[in-house]
């Protein structure tokens, strides 16, 4: 009988214990190995490109001979200006990447023992760096599309005479926002996030390429895509699947977002909405490498990624009450 690949020994090629082991010298030579691949794992001089430069080992740094610039394996990248040794970083992405339904952000603080807004941080970090292996990308072949709402809860009222009708547009909430997934069968999975169904439109056919056939439900959204693309579509009123249509690849997707919103963050922040749909569609994508696999292709994504803007000194700019929040 074949098991499973998750229950397989294939899947389970990294532990977080082996990532702990590691002397911070071995941690900074893993990630200089894959900052600068395309160098044979030798440092060159961020600023000016330089080669040849001199070595600090004690201290982990490096000094450029041409313009005297000093930078560590993790200068310009992702974790630029870091507070926490690179075994702490590493650590985070194996912790990170074994969080099948995400990891929050205060799970993070207490296994890498930082405080919970170092945590969050580093967390986004990693969204970011999953984020860019998939922005830009576009998809063809089969392609279901779906939306679900997130985020905006209205509490009922107490009594009952005060409560209202959540369904009506003018009851809800104006944090609501819509993800909506463009998923290849057996490929790739795009998410992106509106305020309605209908606005994804124009995304949709930036996205999917021209002779591409549309799965999609019998929502009114879609409506417009029939003049563009061969669409079927499929009432989920009668059936999930008619044997000709179904969304089963998009509903899965939503399926795992929706366990991770419920069972790990309680919530999805509405403007950081996209960024936890871009790290479950990464999830969704590379669901089937072992896990040592995919804490390379996060690591190499961080380190070939340039200081986040949105993200580096992320607290020092944020207003103190607002962070107090
Ligand atoms: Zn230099």
Redesign the pocket.
């Known amino acids: 009988m074949s098991s499973h690949f998750l229950l397989s020994a294939a899947a389970r090629t990294l532990s977080v214990a082996s990532v702990a082991r590691m002397s911070e010298e071995e941690a900074r030579e893993a990630f200089a190995a894959i900052r600068w691949s395309d160098n044979q794992g030798k440092p060159y001089?961020p600023?000016?490109g330089?080669a040849s430069v001199y070595a600090c080992p004690s201290r982990g740094i490096y000094k450029?001979k041409?313009?005297a610039?000093q930078f560590s394996p993790t200068s310009g990248t992702i974790f630029a200006n870091r507070k926490l040794a690179v075994r702490e970083y590493l650590l985070a992405i194996a912790i990170f990447c074994n969080g099948a339904k995400g990891i929050s952000a205060l799970q993070l603080s207490r296994d890498l023992s930082v405080q919970y807004r170092t945590a969050y941080v580093l967390a986004h970090k990693l969204r970011e760096t999953m984020a860019d292996q998939i922005n830009g990308e576009k998809v063809a072949g089969d392609v279901e599309i779906d939306g679900a709402y997130f985020g905006g809860h209205v509490r009922p009222a107490n009594w009952k005479q005060n409560r209202r009708d959540r369904r009506l547009r003018f009851n809800r909430s104006p944090k609501r926002r819509v993800v909506v997934i463009m998923r290849e069968r057996q490929g790739r999975t795009l998410p992106f996030v509106f305020k309605a169904e209908d606005q994804a439109i124009p995304t949709i056919e930036a996205h999917v390429e021209p002779g591409s056939t549309i799965y999609a439900d019998e929502a009114g959204s879609w409506n417009d895509l029939h003049s563009r693309y061969l669409t079927k579509r499929i009432n989920h009123q009668e059936a999930y699947s008619d044997g000709e249509a179904c969304t089963n690849q998009a509903e899965s997707f939503f399926s795992r977002m929706r366990r991770a919103e419920i069972g790990t963050h309680h919530h999805f922040a509405g403007p950081y909405l996209a960024s936890y749909a871009d790290e479950f569609a990464w999830r969704e994508d590379n669901r089937r490498i072992s896990n040592g696999e995919q804490f390379l292709k996060v690591m190499g994504g961080a380190a070939k990624h340039p200081i986040s803007r949105k993200w580096c000194g992320y607290w020092n700019r944020k207003p103190q009450a607002e962070a107090a929040e």
């Open positions: 001089c600023k000016c330089c450029c041409g313009c610039a």
